[in-house]
C-alpha cells in the first residue's frame, strides 16, 4: 500500500470514528471503497456479518477466509442465474445473497436503475460494486427515501414489500460505515395521533393515523431526518 493509500485510509478510518451529534462521514468515492474492503479489517467483519444472515450455515465465513471481494466470482452471460449446482459450490455468491437479491430487486425497477446503474452492460459485479458505493453514501439514502416517498403519495398508497426491503437493505449496506452506532427505520402505529412534528402526512387532512405509509429515517447520530409517512 503506497504512503497517499494509507493516508486516505486512515482519514477515513477516523471519519467511521467520530461520534459527535451531527457529524458525516467522509464523502466515499468508488477507489475509497475498494481500498476499504481491501485494507480495512473492521469493514470486512461487518460485511461479513451482514452477508452471513442471508447465509446457509454450510457457507459461514471462517477468521481464515480472505476478504469476500476478492475471491472469484461467477457470472452467467446476460445476468441469467446461475445453474442449481454452480451455485451450490460457490460460496462468496451464497454469502453475498442479500446484496444480490437488493441488485436484482434494483435491476427490476426502472427508476432506481436509472438512479445507481446508468451502465446496463455493466457486468454484475461490477454492477454490485458500484450499488454497495453508492448505497454507503447517506445522501443515496435520503434520496431512495424520497422517491418512495413520493410514489406513495401519488399513488395513495402503502410502501409494497418489496420497496420496503429495497430501503431496509440499502440501510444496512450503509450501516457498514459504522461502528459503535447505526442509522435506523422510524416506524410509527395506526391509531395514535397526528402530530406534525413527527409526522408527514400522505393524506390530506385528518387528526388520527390510521396507517404507516413509509417509515422514516433515523441517521447514525440519532436525528430524525424523514418523518414517517401517514394516512390520515
Known sequence: MSTKEKERLHKLQR?????????TPTKLTYSDLLLLLREDVTLRELLREVVAKGAPENSAVTANDGPPVTAPVAIA???????AAKMSTDPLRQQLGPELKLLAQVRSDAELTALWLPESDEAEERQLIRLVAQLAQWDQILQLWERLAERCKQEQRPVTAEERQILTAALEIHNLLWRSRAAQLQTVSAGGAFEYQQHQRGSTTGTTIRAEWLPGLLNAAGQLQKKPLVET
Request: proline fraction near 19%.
Open 77 to 83: 452471460p446476460q445476468h441469467t442465474p446461475l445453474p
Open 15 to 23: 471519519s467511521a470514528d467520530k461520534s459527535v451529534a451531527g457529524d
